[in-house]
């Protein structure tokens, strides 16, 4: 397993942007498929975005296709979630997740490792 560490969230106003970063620790986190996940209050965790060990295959929930991207640097062992156009509907607390896996997967049971969450706040 890595450690996962997420950091960026913050308050901002809709159409504004932010960029989350999720650090690993490890020396095996170019073999991990890296997950964006998020849960609003009362609500069960839902998919955001994944990306596969190598950055060369992504995919995202219909939600936020067109507004978030994810991407990597193994070099740094940082996976990201860049988030445009924020709506007040993406407020939330998002959780990186990692499982080391060939593909992709998009079930939160798929992966293993999880950080602690970073609060994602969106005014109208």
């Known amino acids: 397993q890595v450690q996962l560490v997420e950091s960026g969230g913050g308050l901002v106003q809709a159409g504004d942007s932010l960029r989350l970063s999720c650090a690993a620790s490890?020396?095996?986190?170019?073999?991990?498929?890296m997950g964006w996940f998020r849960q609003a209050p009362g609500k069960e965790r839902e998919f955001v975005a994944v990306?596969?060990?190598?950055?060369?295959?992504?995919y995202y929930a219909d939600s936020v296709k067109g507004r978030f991207t994810i991407s990597r640097d193994n070099a740094k062992k940082t996976a990201y979630l860049q988030m445009n156009s924020l709506k007040p509907e993406d407020t939330a607390v998002y959780y990186c997740?990692?499982?080391?896996?060939?593909?992709?997967?998009?079930?939160?049971?798929?992966?293993?490792?999880w950080g602690q969450g970073t609060q994602v706040t969106v005014s109208s």
């Open positions: 997740a990692a499982e080391r896996l060939f593909g992709i997967a998009v079930r939160v049971v798929d992966f293993g490792s």
């Open positions: 490890g020396h095996t986190f170019s073999r991990y498929a």
């Open positions: 990306i596969n060990w190598s950055g060369s295959s992504t």
